[in-house]
């Protein structure tokens, strides 16, 4: 089965209607057939963050999300531990001519330990990396 990684760009945009990816991020996830979506603590943390002040509706939508990721089983929520913060520091530490947040550094290394090449997301970053984005 196809496996996908998930960015932050990709939740943020597939709960708020106002995002302009919005109709972009609900139409490729139809259309990608069978596939197995892969994210980290790290980046359900930052979708959280992303919403902290967009109000209590915005913020009550984005709780939901995340644990409706967390409890779907065709999800693999990849845990945060010091390791994958090391990793991620890491690449940031080794890529000082770039301009990639520590969150993106983590997800890279995910990635690539899990051998992922392709991402939900419209971060260029992840291009010059090697990745595959998808948006």
């Not at 939901?64 to 520091?89: C, D, M, R």
């Not at 080794?94 to 090449?117: A, F, W």
Request: glycine share 4%.
């Amino acid at each position: 089965m196809r496996t996908i990684f998930a960015d932050t760009f990709y939740w943020t945009a597939s709960i708020n209607p106002r995002d302009n990816w919005h109709g972009q991020v609900i139409a490729i996830t139809r259309r990608l057939e069978q596939f197995c979506l892969v994210t980290t603590e790290e980046v359900l943390a930052e979708t959280l963050t992303f919403f902290s002040a967009y109000g209590s509706q915005m913020r009550q939508r984005a709780c939901q999300l995340v644990q409706g990721i967390i409890k779907n089983p065709n999800i693999q929520v990849v845990h945060q531990t010091h390791e994958s913060f090391l990793a991620g520091l890491t690449l940031y530490q080794n890529r000082p001519d770039k301009e990639y947040s520590l969150i993106d550094c983590i997800s890279m290394q995910t990635m690539r330990e899990l051998e992922i090449i392709e991402i939900l997301t419209h971060d260029k970053h992840f291009t010059q990396e090697g990745f595959v984005i998808l948006l």
